[in-house]
């Protein structure tokens, strides 16, 4: 009987995942179709299942809406928010994980709510601050908000890491004549690689959708992918099968470097489960 059940419980569950998979992965899969399609086809009242494949939608994107920029821009501020994000990260988790300061967890607790907060709530200030210091359409801001937007997140999961990394490493590096700076890069560093991975993955993932923050702080010099695609919404129509395309390309980057580091990013975060 109990053997039945169990066997009942992981049908039941293979199903339920299954239709999950479904739900969240069809939306993807019927913007793909969607790019492939001519301006009629996917306009349709019944949506269409057999239609002449184009590729006309993503040469436009491309090459005639200019939409490759807006990806470099994309490209350029998340790699560089996520690494100073990383950075700042390992500065403030490595301290309080390994010599358990005072207020440890009043400070990252206080750290964590400032992830809390919706950003559409701090919008107004910070436009009227980069303003004040003629900091609108530049990297400068962007790359300034997304590396402070994803801060909290990398010291929480970085000082995860850092709290499963035994301090005998770091004592027998110290030993072996290292001093604390060149222990924390030879020894320490290289274990929690897998969870620095998962926390730049992650960074580079919020960075790259992040749509409000870009929206109200850059323009056509800094555009960024996301906000590129509300050209495809005109006063007559939507542009369904170039907004398809465009959609597909911002999808795709993510969609190869989370599917290449996939291992490392589980591993970090299964190694980077905060303890109490």
């Not at 993503?58 to 809406?65: A, G, I, N, W």
Request: net charge positive.
């Amino acid at each position: 009987m109990n053997t039945s059940k169990q066997k009942c419980l992981a049908g039941l569950q293979l199903i339920i995942v299954l239709l999950a998979m479904v739900v969240f992965v069809f939306p993807i899969f019927w913007m793909i179709l969607t790019s492939l399609k001519t301006q009629n086809d996917a306009f349709t009242a019944v949506p269409k299942w057999i239609f002449s494949v184009t590729f006309d939608n993503y040469k436009t994107v491309l090459f005639d809406r200019n939409f490759m920029a807006y990806l470099m821009n994309s490209f350029y501020v998340s790699l560089v928010s996520t690494l100073f994000a990383v950075l700042l990260g390992c500065g403030v988790a490595y301290p309080f994980a390994r010599y358990g300061l005072r207020g440890t967890k009043d400070v990252l607790t206080w750290i964590l709510t400032l992830r809390i907060v919706p950003p559409i709530v701090s919008i107004t200030p910070i436009y009227l601050l980069f303003s004040k210091f003629n900091m609108l359409d530049s990297y400068t801001a962007l790359i300034l908000m997304y590396t402070f937007m994803n801060l909290p997140l990398a010291i929480w999961l970085l000082y995860g890491f850092f709290k499963d990394v035994p301090g005998e490493l770091e004592e027998s590096a110290l030993v072996d004549g290292c001093n604390r700076f060149t222990a924390f890069f030879r020894v320490i560093f290289p274990v929690v690689a897998p969870g620095l991975i998962s926390a730049g993955l992650l960074s580079f993932i919020f960075a790259w959708n992040e749509f409000l923050f870009a929206n109200i702080l850059s323009g056509p010099n800094v555009r960024t992918a996301p906000v590129g695609l509300n050209e495809y919404a005109t006063p007559v129509s939507v542009l369904w099968g170039q907004i398809a395309a465009a959609g597909t390309m911002i999808i795709v980057p993510i969609a190869v470097i989370t599917i290449a580091l996939q291992r490392k990013m589980v591993r970090g975060l299964t190694m980077g489960a905060v303890k109490g």
